[in-house]
């Protein structure tokens, strides 16, 4: 069984900037791709971005290219999200997940083996 512990929201201004840390627990973390995910208040959730188990491909939602990067460091057991030129509309909370899909496709669906708690971003305007 794999936790995965979300860290780094809070509240930020328009343009301001936050990185995420999603640490994981319980299991072997570079064997799991890893993505984010985003619920804002009266919203669907939606896919953020995604990085393969090596970290050596990563994809992202077309609206946030270019402003959010996914990494991470298995050494560490850990996945970051960096959010830049942050928007009141990027406010949400944000979730960790993990799979143990081959294709980003599974990941993006929704279909992960494991979710993390979440964690609150709001960007004031």
């Known amino acids: 069984q794999v936790q995965l512990v979300e860290s780094g929201g809070g509240l930020v201004q328009t343009g301001g900037s936050l990185r995420l840390s999603c640490t994981a627990s319980g299991g072997t973390f570079s064997y799991y791709a890893m993505g984010w995910f985003r619920q804002a208040p009266g919203k669907e959730r939606e896919f953020v971005a995604a990085i393969q188990s090596s970290g050596g491909s990563t994809y992202y939602a077309d609206s946030l290219k270019g402003r959010f990067s996914i990494s991470r460091d298995n050494a560490k057991n850990t996945m970051y999200l960096q959010m830049n030129s942050l928007k009141p509309e990027d406010t949400a909370i944000y979730y960790c997940?993990?799979?143990?899909?081959?294709?980003?496709?599974?990941?993006?669906?929704?279909?992960?083996?494991?979710w993390g708690q979440g964690t609150q971003v709001t960007v004031s305007s």
């Open positions: 997940v993990a799979s143990r899909a081959s294709t980003f496709g599974t990941i993006i669906a929704g279909k992960n083996d494991y």
